[in-house]
């Protein structure tokens, strides 16, 4: 069974002859064990997208499925749940609690759920080992680095057992480095069982993923396989380019 699923999606925003239709009738489904790259130009759907699939934001049309659960079938209670238990989300934005130590953003989701501040310590610890800030857990974001704040969002979205991890550009603050151990680590994690979503401009970073596909005015407009490298499909895409 596909971890994430999206199945004859639509996304309009606003009505009449000033609507936005940001996706339209996009069918994708991503296994376990499989991490996919979303591409496309400026405006294409690839955020929208993205916001679905962590239930951020619904479909107008179609159905969004995590693990079996539609979540347009969700109450607030279940989809609050479904988004803390399955779902990691890197945010472009970062989305970090600024009077909350790294250690505490991380451990949120955990805490929030129930877990034990002890057990949610713990986790949150090994979750910023794993990006290399350990030893920062008790800074403040505005007293770390935009690359370290990077890694912090990276770390929440990994800690626990997510099986779902979504991903809006997470190495855009990081050195090029750095960068490739964050996707190291987001590629680890789907290693292990979970599906992955990224939605990224930067081909190198596609080439991660067992999958491209490409998005273009809310449609899935082509799909690589892992045997073709991104950036020979990006000359035959228009308006994306490597």
């Known amino acids: ?53 962590g239930g951020l ?40 609690l600024p009077s909350l130590t790294a250690a505490e953003n991380v451990a949120l989701p955990l805490e929030l759920d129930g877990m034990s ?20 857990a008790l800074r ?5 680095s935009g690359g370290q704040q990077q890694r912090v969002a990276i770390a929440r979205a990994l800690v626990g057992d997510r099986r779902l991890v979504l991903a809006d550009e997470p190495t855009g603050a990081l ?3 750095t960068g490739e151990a964050v996707l190291k ?7 292990a069982g979970a599906a992955g979503v990224l939605v990224t401009h930067e081909a190198r970073h596609a080439a991660w993923a067992d999958r491209v596909v490409f998005l273009r005015d809310g449609e899935i407009v082509d799909t690589s396989g892992p045997l073709v490298q991104p950036e020979e499909l990006l000359h035959n895409v228009p308006g994306v380019r490597a």
């Not at 479909?59 to 990691?88: F, I």
């Not at 680590?185 to 290693?191: Q, S, T, Y």
């Open 57 to 96: 934001d619904a479909p107008t049309r179609g159905e969004v499925v995590v693990e079996g659960s539609v979540l347009g079938g969700l109450n607030r209670k279940q989809l609050a749940a479904v988004r803390r238990r399955r779902v990691g989300y890197v945010f472009q934005d970062l989305n970090l």
């Open 117 to 136: 501040l002890r057990k949610t310590r713990r986790h949150a610890i090994a979750a910023l080992e794993e990006v290399g800030l350990a030893d920062l």
């Open 185 to 191: 680590l987001l590629r680890a994690r789907v290693d």
């Open 1 to 53: 069974m596909s971890v994430l699923e999206l199945r004859e999606v639509y996304r309009t925003h606003g009505k009449g002859e000033t609507a936005v239709h940001a996706l339209r009738g996009v069918t994708l489904a991503v296994a376990p064990g499989e991490f996919v790259a979303v591409m496309g130009p400026s405006g294409s759907g690839k955020s929208t997208l993205l916001n679905l699939a």
């Open 140 to 144: 403040f974001p505005d007293e770390m």
């Open 175 to 177: 050195d090029s480095q």
